[in-house]
């Protein structure tokens, strides 16, 4: 999916105020996208917050570190396996709906003849 620039609107505030800004923060490669910043400064604050918190709970810096090092990328990980998973249903949706049109063609029936 290309993302696309778009305006980004604030009716009301200021008469109506709008600008565009760009989807890419920085253009190096295939670029480095602003919800990609976003994802990264919150998992930053919430490593930082967990690090404060730990006292509380009686939690080691070695034990949270540890937890982050493994939970970080296991969860990217399975994220990405279920999106795999929902995507090879998509893809298999869409090849069984073209084999019933294929079967419709081949035994000549009309949408509307079924």
């Known amino acids: 999916m290309i993302m696309t620039?778009?305006?980004i609107r604030f009716p009301?505030?200021?008469g109506d105020w709008a600008f565009t800004?760009?989807?890419k923060a920085i253009n190096i490669g295939h670029g480095i996208y602003w919800y990609g910043i976003i994802i990264?400064?919150?998992l930053l604050l919430a490593v930082l917050f967990c690090l404060r918190q730990r006292k509380n709970y009686g939690i080691t810096e070695d034990d949270l570190m540890d937890c982050i090092l493994w939970g970080i990328p296991c969860g990217i990980i399975s994220r990405r396996m279920h999106f795999s998973r929902c995507y090879v249903y998509r893809l298999l949706d869409q090849a069984c709906d073209r084999l019933c049109?294929?079967?419709e063609a081949r035994l000549g029936?009309?949408?509307n003849e079924k």
Do not use: V
């Open 5 to 7: 620039d778009s305006p």
């Open 101 to 103: 049109q294929m079967e």
């Open 109 to 111: 029936l009309k949408k």
């Open 21 to 23: 800004a760009s989807s």
């Open 12 to 14: 009301g505030l200021f």
């Open 40 to 42: 990264a400064c919150g």
